[in-house]
């Protein structure tokens, strides 16, 4: 019984943190990059509007620091549910 609600509390871990970095995608590619890139247009960053930035190569750098903010959380999961490696 411990077993599965062992189990079970480790999915929903996981998945909370799958919905955190799909929240954290979707604000990014469509809230910054698509639809708040008309408000972002008048702050200039880098020789360009924040909006173009976000589309361009924000959105890229936040994607690359979501990957591995996810691989050492899960890996912090895995470890306090004893499926580690």
């Known amino acids: 019984m411990s077993d599965r609600t ?3 509390a480790y ?5 909370r943190i799958i919905y955190i970095c799909i929240a954290i995608w979707a604000v990014v590619s469509y809230g910054f990059a ?3 890139r008309p408000l972002l247009a008048s702050i200039p960053i880098g ?3 924040l909006g173009f930035w ?3 190569q924000g959105s ?3 994607y690359i620091v979501l ?3 996810y691989t050492a959380r899960m890996n912090k ?9």
């Open 60 to 62: 890229i750098l936040i």
């Open 6 to 8: 062992s189990s079970n």
């Open 47 to 49: 020789g360009t509007d």
């Open 67 to 69: 990957i591995f903010w």
């Open 11 to 15: 999915w929903q871990a996981n998945l």
């Open 54 to 56: 976000f589309a361009q």
């Open 34 to 36: 698509i639809l708040l």
């Open 77 to 85: 999961l895995d470890a306090e549910h004893g499926v580690d490696e």
